[in-house]
């Protein structure tokens, strides 16, 4: 499901902090996305990178999106870059099985320790 950039529509807490009803600790944005601080890192850094457009999560996204998603890639390496990251993981949890517990795309940007693989 796509929906309408910033809407009222987009009851998520990142439909509220696009429409600023709620702060964030903002490090990047621009006319397609914004990223901020995770409120609760699991790591020295932890960025969210999200589009102002409300999709769901990646199994909802559509090809109208393919643009967007590649967007939100580079995005995620030019903030890693700006936290002076050499390493770090990109994660995109896709459904509530997988850990997805906000249900606008998002990608998290993790790093600044050792990460272990696989993950839980
Ligand atoms: P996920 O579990 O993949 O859906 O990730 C959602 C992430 O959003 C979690 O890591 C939360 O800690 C984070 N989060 C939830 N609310 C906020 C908020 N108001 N500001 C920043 N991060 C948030």
């Known amino acids: 499901m796509a929906g309408t950039a910033e809407t009222p529509a987009n009851?998520?807490?990142?439909?509220?902090?696009?429409?600023?009803?709620?702060?964030?600790?903002?490090?990047?944005?621009?006319?397609q996305c914004l990223a901020f601080r995770d409120v609760a890192?699991?790591?020295?850094?932890?960025?969210?990178?999200?589009?102002?457009?409300?999709?769901?999560?990646?199994?909802?996204?559509?090809?109208?999106?393919?643009q967007l998603l590649g967007h939100l890639?580079?995005?995620?390496?030019?903030?890693?870059?700006?936290e002076g990251l050499e390493a770090f993981r990109t994660v995109i949890n896709s459904g509530a099985e997988a850990g997805q517990t906000v249900f606008h795309l998002h990608v998290h940007v993790i790093g600044g320790r050792p990460l272990a693989w696989p993950p839980g």
């Open 73 to 82: 890639l580079l995005v995620a390496a030019k903030v890693a870059r700006q």
């Open 11 to 31: 009851t998520t807490i990142f439909g509220r902090i696009l429409r600023g009803e709620i702060p964030c600790d903002q490090v990047y944005a621009d006319e």
């Open 41 to 66: 890192p699991q790591a020295p850094v932890h960025i969210l990178v999200i589009p102002r457009e409300h999709v769901v999560n990646l199994a909802e996204a559509e090809q109208q999106h393919e």
